[in-house]
C-alpha cells in the first residue's frame, strides 16, 4: 500500500517537471529537457564494457579478467555511462533531493545504451532493485522502480523481488562485506516464485560499484528458478 501510494506522487510529479520548460542541467541551455542533445551527445559516448560486469574494457575485450577467473551469477550487465560529471549530480539530485522526474531522462539515457533494448525485448520481466520499507518512506520512492517502468511499462514487475531487511549503508565496504551485509537481503515473494521459472528477467539498478547488491537479488532470482539475467544499470563506477 505505501509503495502504491507513494509511486502514485511521484507519477504525478514526473508529469508535471515533463511538461514545465527549463534549462538543461547541464549547460543551462534553454529551453531544454533536463539534459539537452548536445550534452548527451558529448557526456553519454558509448564505451567498451565487460559484458558481465560492465567494466570498461580494452577495445577487442569481451569479458575482463576478473569475470573471467570469478563470472558473476547475473548472465549479462548493461551499464549508460559512467558515475562522474555530469551523471553523478543529476542521480543526486533524482535520489536524495526528490525529484523523481529525473526519471524520464535516465531511462532514456538507459534506452539509447547499446544492447539495453534487446535485452528489455528479450526479458519476460523487468524488476527493479527493491529498497527497505524503512529507505522507501524516507526518500518517498524508489529510484530503480521509477526506471524499470519507464523502461518497460507493460513488463515493470514490482512486487515478484522484495527487500527482507533493511541493511547498513554500503559506501565505504568492501565487496566480501558488502556481499555478507546484503546475505538473506532479497527474497522472491513465495506466491509468485513459481511464475517465475525458466523467465528471463532484466534486473535494474541506478548504480553498480562492486556488484554486491545485484549479486544478492541475482541469488534470490537464481532460487527461484529464473533462466536468465541481465543487470541494467545507469551507472557503473569503476570500482571493481
Not at 569475470?67 to 542521480?91: E, G, I, Q, S
Not at 521509477?146 to 523502461?151: D, G, I, S, T
Amino acid at each position: 500500500m505505501l509503495f502504491t501510494r507513494l509511486a502514485g506522487i511521484s507519477r504525478h510529479l514526473d508529469r508535471m517537471a515533463d511538461r514545465v520548460p527549463g534549462t538543461c542541467a547541464v549547460c543551462h541551455a534553454w529551453p531544454s529537457r533536463r539534459v539537452c542533445d548536445a550534452c548527451v551527445a558529448r557526456f553519454a559516448q558509448p564505451a567498451t564494457r565487460c559484458a558481465r560486469c560492465a567494466l570498461r574494457v580494452p577495445a577487442g575485450v569481451e569479458i575482463c579478467g576478473a569475470c573471467l577467473r570469478a563470472p558473476p551469477l547475473h548472465d549479462a550487465c548493461l551499464a549508460a555511462v559512467d558515475y562522474a560529471y555530469p551523471w553523478a549530480d543529476a542521480l543526486a539530485a533524482f535520489k536524495f533531493r526528490g525529484d523523481p522526474g529525473w526519471a524520464r531522462t535516465m531511462a532514456s539515457l538507459l534506452r539509447s545504451t547499446p544492447w539495453v533494448e534487446p535485452a528489455l525485448d528479450a526479458g519476460h520481466k523487468v524488476m527493479p532493485v527493491p529498497l527497505s520499507t524503512e529507505r522507501l518512506r524516507a526518500r518517498g520512492f524508489n529510484q530503480a522502480a521509477l526506471l524499470a517502468r519507464k523502461l518497460a511499462p507493460h513488463k515493470a514487475d514490482m512486487h515478484s523481488l522484495l527487500r527482507l531487511q533493511s541493511t547498513e549503508a554500503q559506501s565505504g565496504l568492501a565487496r566480501a562485506d558488502r556481499l555478507r551485509n546484503l546475505r538473506g537481503a532479497f527474497a522472491v515473494e513465495p506466491a509468485r516464485a513459481g511464475d517465475l521459472r525458466g523467465l528471463r528477467v532484466v534486473l535494474v539498478d541506478d548504480v553498480m560499484t562492486t556488484g554486491a547488491t545485484l549479486h544478492a537479488a541475482t541469488q534470490a532470482l537464481r532460487d527461484a528458478g529464473v533462466a536468465h539475467v541481465t543487470a541494467v544499470v545507469l551507472m557503473r563506477t569503476g570500482i571493481d
